[in-house]
Structure formats: C-alpha cells, structure tokens
C-alpha cells in the first residue's frame, strides 16, 4: 500500500534527477568552453542531488522502513550506487578532510581541483600524488584523493529510479 507521504517523496525523488541531469548537462557544456566554476558548480549539484536521492531511500534509522518501502516500489537493488554517500560527504565537509590532511601529512603539496588528473600525471592513469579533487573529462570521473567515482554510472543509478517513478508521478 502507498501512503501519500510516499507519492511527495516520490516526487522528490523526480525533482532531485532532474536537477542532477540539468547539471550533467552543464558540466559536459564545460567540456568545449571551459569554466572552472561551473565545471565544479555543476558536479556538486549532481552530488548533492544524487546524496538527496540517497537519504530517501537509505534514511536513517529512525526512518528504515520507509526507505526500504521505498526501495522495494522503485525495484532499486540495495546495492545501487546512490547507496552510498561517501563522494558527497567528501565535498559536503570539505573543512573537515582539509584538517584531516594536515594532521596526518606534514608535506607542504596540496593539488586541488584538478583537471583530468590522470592525463597530467603520464603513468597510464595513475592518480598523481597529493590530487585531492579531480575531475576527468575524458571519462566523467571525479577523483577524491585516491579515489574515483564514476559520474555516469551514479547517473545511470539515477536514470533507472527516474523511470521506476514515472508510473507514481503526474509529469
């Protein structure tokens, strides 16, 4: 049974795709007339988006029978890549990674913001060292560090829960 609350997150959840898609969109239109602003700008928007999908269906405790409602009317596997909010909270607490960093590294190098990392390094794809954000525009990753997040499968992820909540939406 859907309660009416469920419709509202439903909704949402449209509303939260649409905004990550608009700012996929601007990010590939930073591809050919460069704007660091915008390029950065429209990748937070897609992880914020993406994480406001994220906590509807993987809420907090308090709230676990809800998202796995939702999940269950939606068909999204418990292992979907919006499962987890790691890249979003990288950029969310941002000072607190800063600190993190300089607590532990004593080395006065911090590269940050940094475009197709993996190109300017020269080692067939390796992260260069101390790459802290990094956005690749050949493949559409972004690097946190030594880690990398592949933006079109979480658009993918994002995509597949957009259809499965067409049938619940008026648009």
């Known amino acids: 049974m859907y ?3 469920d419709l509202i997150l439903i909704g949402e959840i449209v509303l939260q795709t649409k905004i990550a898609f608009r700012a996929s969109e601007r990010l590939q239109d930073t591809h050919e007339h460069f704007d660091n602003v ?3 700008c429209s990748i937070q928007s897609i ?3 993406a994480g406001n999908v994220s906590k509807i269906l993987w809420p907090r405790l308090k709230y676990k029978a809800r998202g796995e409602r939702l999940r ?3 068909k999204v596997a418990n292992d979907n890549p919006l ?4 890249f979003r909270n990288h950029f969310e607490h941002y000072d607190e990674r800063v600190e993190e960093w300089f607590s532990n590294n004593y080395r006065g190098v911090y590269t940050d913001l940094s475009m197709n990392p993996h190109f300017n390094s020269g080692l067939y794809g390796h992260i260069p060292d101390f790459t802290h954000r990094g956005y690749n525009s050949f493949n559409n990753t972004v690097v946190f560090r030594d880690e990398i997040l592949d933006l079109n499968e979480l658009l993918h992820a994002l995509k597949d829960i957009y259809n499965n909540c067409k049938p619940f939406t008026l648009t």
Do not use: G, P
Not at 83 to 86: A, C, D, G, N, T
């Open 72 to 74: 269950q009317i939606l």
């Open 47 to 49: 992880l914020v988006a």
């Open 83 to 86: 499962s987890s909010r790691k």
């Open 38 to 40: 915008e390029t950065w």
């Open 3 to 5: 309660v009416f609350h």
